[in-house]
């Protein structure tokens, strides 16, 4: 909702809060919201462990948004 609303303080909280981010990338992408596509990569690549799938590609597939072979 936070994307959906441009709300980029929201979406600030939500990460400092330690919300799992799923794909809220892709989804800021789709909704053409620059900040927090910044936002979120600036977070992902803090966060990302090598070797371990991205958080857009940890989201269960049954609830994806998203194909699999998207990618940011």
Not at 2 to 29: F, G, R
Not at 38 to 50: A, C, I, P, R, Y
């Amino acid at each position: 909702m936070a994307i959906d609303n441009e709300n980029l303080e929201m979406v600030q909280l939500l990460i400092y809060s330690q919300v799992e981010t799923k794909d809220a990338l892709l989804h800021a992408i789709n909704e053409e919201f620059v900040e927090a596509v910044e936002l979120l990569l600036e977070h992902e690549e803090h966060h990302h462990v090598k070797g371990t799938p991205h958080s857009w590609e940890a989201i269960d597939r049954d609830i994806a948004t998203f194909t699999p072979t998207l990618r940011p």
